[in-house]
């Protein structure tokens, strides 16, 4: 069974930091590209990075500058490190992987995590 368990959100005060976590469970062949989305209340969900299993990234330009996506294949680990938050980010995230089993490749997602960036 594939699981993507995140961590690392929480309350934060604007200007501060936070890491989100997301490691990636259970029998697998590969992962390709590995990302992070929110979506806050009445809001459409925006992809907000993502890095490919070589290490290209791409980010939303509202956090260009401010986070930084990186992975650990060998713990099969995406991390988003967010830097300079400000209220706008509050939102839940969700991260994603774009998963190899066997000959069936397809997305599996996170159960997502709370920030909440107070002004």
């Known amino acids: 069974q594939v699981q993507l368990v995140e961590s690392g959100g929480g309350l934060v005060q604007s200007g501060g930091s936070l890491r989100l976590s997301c490691a990636v469970s259970g029998g697998i062949s590969s992962i390709n590209d590995m990302g992070w989305y929110r979506q806050a209340p009445g809001k459409q969900r925006e992809l907000v990075a993502n890095?490919?299993?070589?290490?290209?990234?791409n980010y939303v330009d509202s956090v260009k500058g401010r986070f930084t996506i990186s992975r650990d294949n060998a713990k099969r680990t995406v991390y988003l490190q967010m830097n300079s938050l400000k209220p706008e980010d509050t939102a839940v995230y969700y991260c994603?992987?774009?998963?190899?089993?066997?000959?069936?490749?397809?997305?599996?997602w996170g159960q997502g995590t709370q920030v909440t960036v107070s002004s």
């Open positions: 994603y992987a774009d998963i190899r089993v066997m000959f069936r490749r397809r997305d599996y």
């Open positions: 890095i490919s299993s070589g290490g290209s990234t």
